[in-house]
């Protein structure tokens, strides 16, 4: 594995851009400048996160999200099992 995070990333199961194995080892979220822990799913190219609106859910019992526009950053917190070695 690489320490370089995926253009897009979400921690739904059902999403195409899952990735469970990267979510275990951590990826930190900057978003205008402030580091962000409520983050369900980015995407670096168009700028843009998901995060939850409050305790609000859909018909499905899953968290209603909101999308917010701007420059995003993303990086892994933790190094690959292979890199801990080095």
Request: aromatic fraction near 6%.
């Amino acid at each position: 594995m690489t320490d370089t995070p995926p253009d897009r990333l979400s921690t739904n199961p059902d999403s195409p851009y899952f990735d469970q194995d990267l979510l275990q080892r951590g990826v930190g979220i900057r978003f205008k400048g402030q580091e962000r822990r409520d983050v369900e799913e980015y995407s670096i190219s168009e700028g843009w996160i998901r995060v939850a609106l409050g305790k609000k859910m859909d018909r499905h019992g899953r968290p209603l999200t909101i999308k917010l526009t701007g420059p995003v950053e993303a990086w892994i917190e933790n190094p690959a099992a292979g890199d801990a070695d080095e």
